[in-house]
């Protein structure tokens, strides 16, 4: 008997040392009565500044204060990145046209001394054939000249052979006395006006050696020419002028070599 009331009496002893020992509650707050509203302030639209008050949601408006050290570094920092960009840029600018300003005198250096090489080799092309050049020009300046002293020297003769006619009488003796002698009956070509002047000085020879005068319009005063059964001697103007001429050119031949 006495253990069974033992045995029941052991848990109301721990039920009585577990309130004891258990931490009080802290007792609930008493709940505020809500103020009554009338029908006019039920309907009424409350103001935001009421509503975050009464939710206590009002935030303070925070402006961050500014260091005016940092702000003064900030600003020049700012200004030496500009400055340095602006430099860089000039100097950029100033190095791209001094390098084609090098290039392009490099290029045009190079462009002149080619040309001024290929004129070299001209001019020695050209100093190569001066000599031979020279000879041309010496022999076409003396052909030249000559054929100007020919021109000359006919206008003389003809104004002399107008002014003089005589100088067809030695002429026609030196064909009279020519050896050897021509056969038949020759015949003394003259010019028109020189046939009168010609039988009156040398009229009584001609007969004696038996030759015939007759006119020809196709020579020149001064000048005559002789036809014979054994032969003709030309002794016209324009033969005599092409004998000299050839006489000199041989002459110039000779003094180039």
């Known amino acids: 008997m006495t253990s069974s009331k033992q045995t029941a009496a052991a848990p109301a002893s721990r039920a009585r040392l577990a309130a004891a020992y258990a931490p009080a509650r802290p007792a609930a707050a008493p709940q505020a009565a ?146 050897p002698a021509l056969q038949g009956e020759p015949r003394l070509l003259l010019h028109p006006d020189d046939v009168a002047l010609v039988k009156n000085s040398l009229g009584n020879e001609l007969q004696i050696a038996g030759w015939q005068v007759r006119p020809d319009d196709t020579l020149a005063r001064g000048g005559c020419r002789v036809q014979s059964a054994s032969g003709e001697m030309d002794a016209s103007l324009e033969t005599r002028w092409k004998s000299v001429t050839a006489a000199l050119s041989r002459d110039i031949d000779a003094a180039e070599l």
Do not use: F
């Open 34 to 179: 809500k103020p009554s509203l009338s029908a006019w302030q039920r309907w009424e639209m409350g103001t935001l500044e009421n509503e975050d008050a009464a939710h206590g949601n009002v935030q303070a408006l925070v402006v961050p204060r500014v260091d005016p050290e940092v702000l003064a570094r900030d600003n020049e920092l700012s200004r030496l990145r500009l400055q340095a960009r602006a430099e860089g840029r000039t100097e950029g600018h100033r190095e791209g046209l001094a390098k084609g300003r090098a290039e392009g005198h490099a290029e045009g250096l190079a462009a002149g001394l080619a040309a001024a090489s290929a004129h070299a080799e001209q001019l020695r092309a050209l100093a190569a054939t001066l000599p031979a050049a020279l000879r041309r020009a010496e022999s076409e300046l003396a052909d030249a000249i000559l054929t100007l002293a020919m021109d000359v020297a006919r206008q003389v003769v003809h104004r002399t052979l107008r002014a003089e006619p005589e100088w067809v009488l030695p002429l026609v003796q030196d064909l009279l006395h020519a050896e």
